[in-house]
């Protein structure tokens, strides 16, 4: 059973016959472990976030590719991928506003592109074996990120986080949280305020969950409450993940971050977004053009499985918003950190990689 840690944690398991996703919805209350077997089944999962965090979601995807990979046993080359590919649409389709699901897709699908495989037991090897890829490098980048971010904390301080950017929503150890997991490893005395973040409450159930595990001290805030925090100040740094970062530097994350990025500008507070390449998205010109994702409405008028609404009121619920650059200190990436301006930034950082950010 192929596995990734990084604190102990991680939210899928390969068996190489079926994934394994830690059950998310359960947590903490339970560590469920679902098993999958198809590509349709693994895209339903997604949506229904048995799994979630972008770089997470990314690297189920690419194991829902492998597991799409009957399709190619269909008569005729061309026959099978085309029968390859609708699946590999519907798991991209699976949530709208990770950028890391398009890119496992595009990724799997160069291989396929690019590797010799005469038979759908060759092309599965060849698929398998990028899947795997795209998990370490997704684990290794977060370590390096970490080793980046961690330098740009304090020495002593509190750190505030929204939803969950930890091992959980990664391929282990994590992108915010993977920060502050260095900056504590490094000897910085460093405390966390984890905003609840409704409505799936990722803060109260996941992010307290881990750093609570590593013995790193957190504390719950309610999502209105940071504004109180950063006025007493007692918040020294912000980081998050991201969900998409466009070719400008704006970052798409779990809803609630532009009020914490807001806060953090009018109280002097430095706001680092820490993500990895795969979620920068150079195809897209700013924020506006991100597409935000629009969940069920009863996910917000409920709270924990009971409605707490009045019948018949309902509710609007977009998954993420968009922090515009100008409210971000620095991106910290696996490759370095990146300062404003975005736009240059990003592109020297893409082109350094010889002048293609994907497969
Ligand atoms: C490293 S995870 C980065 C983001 O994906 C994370 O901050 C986030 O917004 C997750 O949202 P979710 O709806 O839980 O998938």
């Known amino acids: 059973m192929a596995e990734r840690g990084g604190s102990g944690v991680v939210p899928l398991r390969w068996s190489g016959e079926a994934l394994w996703l ?12 679902l098993r999958y077997r198809s590509s349709g089944a693994v895209a339903r999962a997604i949506t229904a976030m048995v799994v979630r965090g972008a770089p997470a979601i990314g690297i189920t995807a690419a194991f829902g590719l492998v597991l799409a990979a009957g399709a190619l046993r269909r008569r005729g080359r061309a026959a099978g991928l085309a029968a390859w590919r609708r699946r590999a649409a519907v798991l991209a389709a699976a949530r709208p506003t990770a950028v890391n699901l398009a890119w496992a897709v595009r990724r799997l699908e160069a291989r396929l592109a690019g590797g010799a495989w005469a038979t759908a037991a060759e ?71 984890a905003d609840e973040t409704r409505p799936w409450l990722q803060g109260a159930r996941l992010t307290a969950w881990e750093l609570a595990r590593d013995g790193i001290p957190v504390t719950l805030l309610a999502d209105g409450a940071a504004g109180h925090h950063f006025r007493q100040g007692r918040i020294q740094a912000v980081v998050v993940g991201a969900d998409r970062i466009a070719a ?5 994350n779990k809803i609630g971050t532009y009020t914490v990025a807001v806060l953090a500008r009018q109280h002097g507070v430095p706001f680092y977004v820490a993500a ?12 506006d053009a991100i597409p935000i994702e629009e969940r069920p409405g009863e996910e917000v008028t409920a709270c924990a499985g009971r409605r707490v609404a009045p019948p018949g009121v309902p509710a609007a619920n977009p998954a993420f918003d968009v922090t515009p650059a100008e409210l971000v200190t620095a991106i910290v990436t696996e490759r370095g950190v990146l300062r404003p301006p975005y736009g240059a930034a990003i592109r020297r950082l893409l082109g350094a990689a010889g002048g293609e950010k994907r497969p």
């Open 248 to 252: 400008n530097g704006d970052v798409a």
């Open 123 to 193: 092309a599965r090897r060849l698929l398998e074996a990028e899947a795997l890829a795209a998990w370490r490098e997704d684990f290794e980048a977060n370590l390096a990120m970490g080793a980046h971010g961690a330098a740009l904390l304090p020495a002593r301080g509190t750190v505030l986080t929204h939803c969950n950017a930890g091992a959980l929503a990664t391929g282990g150890y994590g992108t915010a949280l993977g920060v502050i997991r260095a900056a504590r490893a490094a000897g910085k005395d460093i405390r966390v305020l």
């Open 276 to 287: 990895p390449t795969s979620t920068l998205d150079p195809g897209t010109a700013s924020g």
């Open 22 to 33: 830690l059950d998310q919805r359960r947590l903490p209350r339970r560590e469920a472990w």
